[in-house]
């Protein structure tokens, strides 16, 4: 019997973004899933308005990698990459305490899918889900900064077509 469950509190300036890959939109199961939590240190920032523009996010990392943002804390997690469920704790590693840039959100995808171990099924193969943790980890790393720099937008997911 769980008799007390606890969750830690998110550090300030924390965004998460979560992406299931799948054919169809209706109780399908995923081709894969990938899950990306970031905190920055925004306190590095010299011009606050950095953080209030409309430009888009790919625009912001190379001004965020001036200025010094650094990357605080960060998660990755990734679904049917591997026979269960598993942390890219490398490509963890590789970011914590780190400037963000374009380059190294480039590194921390090729790293998480060099550590992925998916198989082939029939939902899937392993080197289109190897190819797709490249591709999705760097999105959702991306997501997971624009809702720390545009915290009162809408959080509904956005449809890929």
């Known amino acids: 019997m769980v008799k007390e469950l606890l969750i830690p509190k998110l550090l300030p300036n924390t965004g998460s973004a979560y992406y ?9 199961l995923p081709i ?6 970031l905190s920055l240190d925004k306190n590095k920032v010299a011009c606050s308005d950095l953080l209030y523009t409309a430009s888009p996010i790919s625009t912001l990392l190379h ?19 591997a026979p269960t469920p598993m942390r890219a704790l490398k490509a ?9 840039s374009d380059e190294l959100l480039e590194e921390v995808a090729n790293t998480a899918s060099q550590e992925a171990r998916p198989r082939d099924s029939i939902r899937g193969e392993a080197w289109y889900r190897k190819d797709m943790i490249r591709v999705l980890v760097k999105r959702m790393a991306m997501k997971s900064i624009e ?14 077509w």
């Open 32 to 37: 894969l899933g990938v899950s990306v939590l």
């Open 63 to 81: 001004k965020m990698e001036e200025d010094g943002i650094i990357c605080k804390e960060v998660r990755i997690a990734l679904g049917v990459a």
């Open 147 to 160: 809702r720390v720099v545009r915290p009162t937008e809408t959080l509904f997911p956005e449809r890929p």
């Open 92 to 100: 963890e590693a590789l970011l914590r305490g780190k400037k963000l």
């Open 20 to 28: 299931k890959l799948q054919r169809r939109l209706a109780l399908d």
